[in-house]
């Protein structure tokens, strides 16, 4: 099982990065997929979930600016990040949870995005 994370990088405040995690020997379809992110000093958070049949949820503060996608036949999650923010700045992991249980038991390396000012 495995979880592999790309797209992250260096981008200017008001810019745009897309976040893609592919997954392997798991049954995709199965799994509600989130993206977590975790900046220095600061407990990791949940950014963006989503279900198989494509229910989201967000946090607050990335509302409105990134949106999490999915495709099923690819076995690959999306995080679209727009308008990013200094405050975005943090290594971004995807995770991945059995349909009937809460817990993330699967995760992917993290990527790094960093945002200036």
């Known amino acids: 099982v495995q979880l592999q994370a790309s797209g992250g990088g260096l981008v200017q405040a008001g810019g745009s990065l897309r976040l893609s995690c592919a997954a392997s020997?798991?049954?995709?379809?199965?799994?509600?997929m989130g993206w977590f992110r975790q900046a220095p000093g600061k407990q990791r958070e949940l950014v963006a979930g989503?279900?198989?049949?494509?229910?989201?949820n967000y946090v607050d503060s990335v509302k409105g600016r990134f949106t999490v996608s999915r495709d099923n036949d690819k076995n690959t999650v999306y995080l679209q990040m727009n308008n990013l923010k200094p405050e975005d700045t943090a290594v971004y992991y995807c995770?991945?949870?059995?349909?009937?249980?809460?817990?993330?038991?699967?995760w992917g390396q993290g990527t790094q995005v960093t945002v200036s000012s």
């Open positions: 995770a991945a949870r059995y349909v009937t249980t809460s817990r993330y038991s699967v």
């Open positions: 989503i279900r198989s049949e494509g229910t989201t």
């Open positions: 020997g798991l049954k995709f379809s199965m799994y509600v």
